[in-house]
C-alpha cells in the first residue's frame, strides 16, 4: 500500500468538493478561515507522516482536543472519571443542554461540550487553570514531537467572549454540584484547550499512540493502559460526531473526533491515524470533505474496524 500516493489521489478526488459545507460563524474568529483549505495526513508507526495539500497549516481543532482532555484526565483519576461523566451517545447537538436536567447535571458522554467542561474541571487542580493548559501543552508537543504547537489566544478569546452557551452548560452543572472548580476557571481552560492550533501532521502524529494501545509506536512509550486506550476509541465511535455518530460510523468505520474548525481525527488501531482538515460543515459539525476525504482513505486501505 503506497501512503504517499494515497493522499494525493485523495486531493484530486474531492477537488470538485473543494468549499463545501457551511464555515463555523457562532465563534467569530473562525468564521473568517478559508473554506476552500484541505489538508490530509496520516501517521503511521514506522514514524513516517503522508501528507497532502494544507496538511502543514495549522488550524483550529477545537472539539479534537477533548480526545486529549479525556486521556489526560483517564491517566489522573482513573475510573472515578465515571462518577461524573457518562459514556452513552448523545443523540444530540454538541451544545445540548437538554439532557442534563433529566440525568441530574451529569453529561451523558465526554466529547459533548457539558462532559468535555467536567473532564477539564478534573484536570485543573488549586484552582490554577494556567498549569492544566500548560499540562496539555507539554503532553501535545511531546506525542507530536513538535515543540512548535500553541493554542490560538485570538480564537480563545473570542469564543469566550460569545460563549453564552457554554457558560449556561457549565452553571447549570455547577447547580448539581457537578463542577469542582469555579465555572470561568473550569471555561478559561476548556475555550483554551478548545482553541489549540495544530496541523494535519501535528494532529495525526500526536495521536498514533491511540491507534497501538496506549503506547507511541515510534518513541516505544507508554500514554495510556490498553483498556484506556480501548475505550477512548469505544467512545470516539459511539460519541465523536455527537448525533452524526451513527452516519459516521457507517461511513467511515473508524473511532473518529470533529471539531467546529473543520478536522477530523480518525484512529486505525494497529495500522495509524489519520487527519484531515476542511472547514466547511454538516448540521452536526462535521466537516464534509474531511468526512469525503476519509471514505477515500478507507475504501482505497480497507480499513475499517469491522472487519
Ligand atoms: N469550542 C467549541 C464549542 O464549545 C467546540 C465545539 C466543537 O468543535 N464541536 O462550542
Known amino acids: 500500500m503506497n501512503l504517499a500516493e494515497i493522499v494525493k489521489e485523495i486531493v484530486a478526488e474531492i477537488e470538485p468538493h473543494r468549499g463545501e459545507g457551511k464555515v463555523a460563524d457562532y465563534i467569530p474568529a473562525l468564521a473568517c478561515v478559508d473554506p476552500m483549505k484541505f489538508g490530509i495526513a496520516v501517521a503511521t508507526p514506522d514514524g513516517e507522516c503522508h501528507s497532502a495539500g494544507d496538511a502543514d497549516e495549522p488550524f483550529s481543532v477545537q472539539s479534537i482536543s477533548k480526545v486529549f482532555t479525556l486521556a489526560l484526565a483517564l491517566q489522573k483519576v482513573g475510573d472515578d472519571l465515571w462518577q461524573r461523566v457518562g459514556r452513552e451517545p448523545s ?21 459533548i461540550n457539558a462532559g468535555a467542561i467536567v473532564v477539564t474541571d478534573h484536570l485543573i487542580d488549586n484552582g490554577d487553570a494556567d498549569a492544566a493548559i500548560e499540562l496539555l501543552l507539554r503532553v501535545l508537543r511531546d506525542h507530536a514531537e513538535d515543540q512548535s504547537i500553541d493554542i490560538d489566544y485570538d480564537v480563545a478569546v473570542s469564543e469566550s467572549d460569545t460563549g453564552a452557551r457554554n457558560r449556561s452548560l457549565a452553571w447549570f452543572m455547577a447547580s448539581f454540584g457537578n463542577l469542582e472548580n469555579d465555572v470561568e476557571v473550569a471555561l478559561s481552560a476548556y475555550f ?10 501535528q494532529l495525526a502524529r500526536a495521536a498514533l499512540f491511540l491507534a497501538f494501545n496506549g503506547e507511541d509506536p515510534v518513541t516505544g512509550e507508554r500514554i495510556l493502559t490498553p483498556q484506556r486506550c480501548r475505550r477512548i476509541n469505544a467512545i470516539m465511535m459511539s460519541c465523536g460526531h455527537y448525533d452524526n455518530s451513527g452516519d459516521f460510523a457507517f461511513r467511515i468505520g473508524l473511532p473518529g473526533k470533529s471539531g467546529v474548525g473543520g478536522g477530523i481525527l480518525a484512529i486505525v488501531p494497529g495500522q495509524g491515524a489519520a487527519a484531515t482538515w476542511s472547514p466547511g460543515l454538516n448540521e452536526a459539525g462535521t466537516s464534509r470533505v474531511g468526512a469525503l476525504a476519509l471514505e477515500a482513505l478507507v475504501a482505497r486501505t480497507g480499513w475499517s474496524v469491522f472487519g
Request: hydrophobic share 40%; net charge positive.
Open 91 to 111: 443523540g444530540s447537538a454538541f451544545n445540548s443542554i437538554v439532557q442534563l436536567e433529566h440525568e441530574r447535571g451529569i453529561p451523558r458522554n465526554p466529547l
Open 192 to 201: 483554551r484547550h478548545c482553541a489549540l492550533a495544530l496541523s494535519c501532521a
